[in-house]
């Protein structure tokens, strides 16, 4: 069955950095696009970045280009979230997903472009 567990997340003060991890089995990892989003409280879950399966191609939320770099290790089914100059506004309960379609070159942006879902793990910016 489809497995997503994230890690990493935790306490920083403003302009600190995190590694958030996202492990995955399941499945063919190496086949699927992935993507972190996350969500702060009273606020919707919105997209923060994305890696197509092959990891040639990513995006990323405007809120974060410069700061954040997805990556991903095909060969320990592991993706990852680097994320630099922490701003009190990151802090929000981030989530891993996997597209919902196979191999595409396309990485979706919206919730609706993903089907499974790892639980989440709390970042805490704190100014």
């Known amino acids: 069955q489809v497995q997503l567990v994230e890690s990493g997340g935790g306490l920083v003060q403003a302009g600190g950095s995190l590694r958030l991890s996202c492990a995955a089995s399941?499945?063919?990892?190496?086949?699927?696009?992935m993507g972190w989003f996350r969500q702060a409280p009273g606020k919707e879950r919105e997209f923060v970045a994305g890696i197509t399966w092959g990891g040639g191609i990513t995006r990323y939320a405007d809120s974060v280009a410069g700061r954040f770099t997805i990556s991903r290790n095909n060969g320990k089914n592991t993706m990852y979230l680097q994320m630099n100059s922490l701003k009190p506004e990151d802090t929000a309960v981030y989530y891993c997903?996997?597209?919902?379609?196979?191999?595409?070159?396309?990485?979706?942006?919206?919730?609706?472009?993903?089907?499974?879902w790892g639980q989440g793990t709390q970042v805490t910016v704190s100014s």
């Open positions: 399941g499945w063919a990892f190496t086949t699927y696009n």
């Open positions: 997903a996997r597209d919902r379609i196979v191999s595409r070159m396309v990485v979706p942006t919206t919730e609706s472009g993903y089907d499974h």
